[in-house]
Every structure is written in structure tokens, then in C-alpha cells.
């Protein structure tokens, strides 16, 4: 079992920065492929951002890229999503996943992760 607890969430204006993290408590997270999404109200929850086990490969949702950068520091077993010139419409709850994976994979589907975090508000205000 793997505990996700994501912090870093908070309200900011349009064109700010925020930083989110996301730790893994009690589970070394080197094995384990990790992605961000986030939950608008009304929406579905939608894949943001992913990275593979080792950090060397990530895939960013269209909506986000060039704005937001996932990272992880495999020696603190957490991973970052930080995000640049935010707009109102990045406004939701963002969660972290994980999943145990055996190559250097990055997975960007809910279905493809087994274990989430309780989440993050992040609220962008115009």
C-alpha cells in the first residue's frame, strides 16, 4: 500500500506561480511511475502531467504545456508539479498517483494508476 499526501495547494492570481508536492509515506516511490490530475467541479478528472520512475521521461497534458514542469527527488520519494503563468481555467483539485511499474514508463490514464493522493486546491482567481 502506498500513501499519497499531495500539500503546496493554494489560491493565486492569474499569471502567478504555485508549487505542489506530493510524498509518499512510508514507501520508496523509485519504483513507481507517478502523474498529476486534476478535478474541476462538474468535470472528470483529467490526466495533467507524468513522469517515469527514473525522471528521465514526462508527458504533459496539452492544456499545461510549457507552463507546468513535473520533477521528483527519487531520495525524498516526492515528486513536484510546478506551475507557471497559471490561468483561472487551471482552478481544481489536483491529485497525485502512483503506480509500480517495471520499466521507465510514463502512464497517463486514471485507470493506469493504483494508488492516489487525497488532494490539492489550487484556485486561480482573474
Known amino acids: 500500500q502506498v500513501q499519497l499526501v499531495e500539500s503546496g495547494g493554494g489560491l493565486v492570481q492569474a499569471g502567478g506561480s504555485l508549487r505542489v508536492s506530493c510524498a509518499a509515506a512510508g514507501r520508496t516511490l523509485s519504483s513507481y511511475a507517478m502523474g498529476w490530475f486534476r478535478q474541476a467541479p462538474g468535470k472528470e478528472r483529467a490526466f495533467v502531467a507524468g513522469i517515469s520512475r527514473s525522471g528521465g521521461s514526462t508527458v504533459y497534458a496539452d492544456s499545461v504545456k510549457g507552463r507546468f514542469t513535473i520533477s521528483r527527488d527519487n531520495t525524498k520519494d516526492t515528486v513536484y508539479l510546478q506551475m507557471n503563468s497559471l490561468k483561472p481555467e487551471d482552478t481544481a483539485v489536483y491529485y497525485c498517483?502512483?503506480?509500480?511499474?517495471?520499466?521507465?514508463?510514463?502512464?497517463?490514464?486514471?485507470?493506469?494508476?493504483?494508488?492516489w493522493g487525497q488532494g490539492t486546491q489550487v484556485t486561480v482567481s482573474s
Open positions: 498517483a502512483a503506480n509500480l511499474v517495471y520499466t521507465n514508463v510514463v502512464l497517463t490514464t486514471t485507470t493506469r494508476y493504483d494508488y
